[in-house]
């Protein structure tokens, strides 16, 4: 079965490959927030200002980036280094980067899921991921 999560990656790749403009954004600030303790402090900071939810602790998963849009809004306007830093190479995330980033997150967590039940079992599992794959489709 593990051909069929292979199958189910190839086919997530061809189907993002455009879209990893905005997904590189996004990495990009994120690397920016986690190089450095304060900043880190002070994202979290804001994250609490806005009312986040910062229980997930920020990493480059973009479902929980996307989560976290209001946080780096606030951010950027309080830290005037961060737009010098990253302004230089177009690299802040747009709000249609973020718009874009959760349809993206939307579309992939049934694939998410498929490969969970596909991947996590040593057994033939058609029948457990039938009905996610008719989903998908």
């Known amino acids: 079965m593990r051909c069929v999560v292979h199958v189910i990656n190839l086919i997530v790749q061809e189907g993002v490959k455009n879209a990893s403009v905005f997904f590189d954004r996004v990495r990009v ?10 900043r ?17 602790h920020l990493h480059m998963r973009l479902n929980v ?14 830290d005037n280094s961060f737009f010098l830093d ?8 747009t709000f249609d980067d973020w718009e874009n980033v959760q349809r993206i997150v939307n579309i992939l967590h049934p694939f ?8 996590g079992s040593l057994h033939v599992t058609a ?3 039938w009905e996610t794959l008719i989903e998908i489709h």
């Open 40 to 56: 880190m402090k002070r994202f979290y900071d804001r994250a609490k200002e806005e009312l986040v939810d910062t229980k997930a």
């Open 86 to 93: 990253l302004t230089v190479g177009d690299e802040i995330p």
């Open 127 to 129: 029948n457990y991921f």
């Open 65 to 78: 980036a996307a989560k976290y849009e209001l946080a780096f809004d606030s951010y950027a306007r309080d």
């Open 29 to 38: 600030v994120v690397r920016y927030i986690r190089a450095s303790p304060l």
């Open 112 to 119: 998410y899921d498929l490969t969970l039940k596909v991947f």
